[in-house]
């Protein structure tokens, strides 16, 4: 059964760091198209990052630069590397994973981001 199960969320100060981690069970997880979304309260879902099974990477404007998407596909696990956080990335972020060629995705459950002083 596929599970995605994020950590590593949690507060941090403007200007710090966090890393999320997503770890995939169930699936084939080196064919698939991973990816971070965030949604903030009363905001609608938006893209972060993917990063496609031959490890290229794609940002959102917004986070380009700052942060950094990346995957170990023997662990099974995506990761999302933020850098020089601002108080607007403040938000529930969650892992997603995509067939390519195909309309299925799953959602994990989100790890929240507050970043405040």
């Known amino acids: 059964q596929l599970q995605l199960v994020e950590s590593g969320g949690g507060l941090v100060p403007p200007g710090g760091s966090l890393s999320l981690s997503c770890k995939a069970s169930g699936i084939t997880f080196g064919i698939y198209l991973m990816g971070w979304y965030r949604q903030a309260p009363g905001k609608q879902r938006e893209l972060v990052a993917t990063i496609t099974a031959g490890a290229t990477a794609n940002y959102a404007d917004s986070v380009k630069g700052r942060f950094t998407i990346s995957r170990d596909n023997p662990k099974n696990t995506v990761y999302l590397q933020m850098d020089s956080l601002k108080p607007e990335d403040t938000a529930a972020y969650y892992c997603?994973?995509?067939?390519?060629?195909?309309?299925?995705?799953?959602w994990g459950q989100g790890t929240l981001v507050n970043v405040s002083a």
């Open positions: 997603n994973a995509k067939l390519p060629r195909s309309s299925f995705d799953a």
